[in-house]
């Protein structure tokens, strides 16, 4: 059964820190693209960041890019996303996703269940 599970969301004030996990079990996570996408209140879906199987490849929105960083521990099943300087605009559910092959925007394989994160000014 697959399963991803995302923790570490929780409520900060703007200018701080959060590091977001995701654990995953069920495929073969180190042959898996991994993503980071978000969706605000009232908003649409919005990726954020994607990391390729080995980790040596990562691309960002520009909306995160110099605040955010993705990376992999294929040892540990687990992707994280290391959240800087957070904007009360960075307020979402963050979900973790994976695809076999590089994806657009939602047309993952497999998904999480979401974390909330919560930027206050």
């Known amino acids: 059964q697959v399963q991803l599970v995302e923790s570490g969301g929780g409520l900060v004030q703007a200018g701080n820190s959060l590091r977001l996990s995701c654990a995953a079990s069920?495929?073969?996570?180190?042959?898996?693209?991994m993503y980071w996408v978000r969706q605000a209140p009232g908003k649409g879906l919005e990726w954020v960041s994607a990391?390729?199987?080995?980790?040596?490849?990562?691309y960002y929105a520009d909306s995160v890019k110099g605040r955010f960083t993705i990376s992999r521990d294929n040892a540990k099943n687990t992707v994280y996303l290391q959240m800087n300087s957070l904007k009360p605009e960075d307020t979402a559910v963050y979900t973790c996703?994976?695809?076999?092959?590089?994806?657009?925007?939602?047309?993952?394989?497999?998904w999480g269940q979401g974390t909330q994160v919560t930027v206050s000014s």
């Open positions: 996703a994976s695809s076999r092959t590089y994806r657009g925007t939602g047309q993952y394989d497999y």
């Open positions: 069920g495929f073969t996570f180190s042959s898996y693209w």
């Open positions: 990391i390729n199987i080995g980790g040596g490849t990562t």
